[in-house]
Nanobody
Framework: VQLQASGGGLVQPGGSLRLSCAAS????????LAWFRQAPGKERDFVAA????????HYKEFAKGRFTISRDKAKKTVYLQMNNLKPEDTAVYYC?????????????????WGKGTLVTVSS
């Protein structure tokens, strides 16, 4: 299984980025695909998740209203659209997959992890 995250970079406060996660190597039916992030010196934190089957979503409180997670079944890709970015959003963002529904996604419940992509929000 491969989860290839991309789309990170340097953006100014208030700007936007779209992260992509290309998933391959197995069927993700009955899986949730999720994004986590880890800032320097901090623990890995849940951001958002989407259930592969029905597209239902779940967000951490800080992500509600600014971030949108979605999936494209045909492309086997999950996206994280991030708007109105703040310096505190600076982190390495990881894509992960687990045999759970979106609202039960936790770091401990993920079966597969991709390498992260760095997002830096700075002026």
């Amino acid at each position: 299984v491969q989860l290839q995250a991309s789309g990170g970079g340097l953006v100014q406060p208030g700007g936007s980025l779209r992260l992509s996660c290309a998933a391959s190597g197995r069927s993700f039916s009955n899986f949730a695909l999720a994004w986590f992030r880890q800032a320097p010196g901090k623990e890995r934190d849940f951001v958002a998740a989407v259930s592969w089957n029905d597209g239902s979503t779940h967000y951490k409180e800080f992500a509600k209203g600014r971030f949108t997670i979605s999936r494209d079944k045909a492309k086997k890709t999950v996206y994280l659209q991030m708007n109105n970015l703040k310096p505190e959003d600076t982190a390495v963002y990881y894509c992960a997959a687990g045999r759970v529904v979106a609202f039960k996604a936790t770091a401990g419940g993920m079966d597969y992890w991709g390498k992260g992509t760095l997002v830096t929000v700075s002026s």
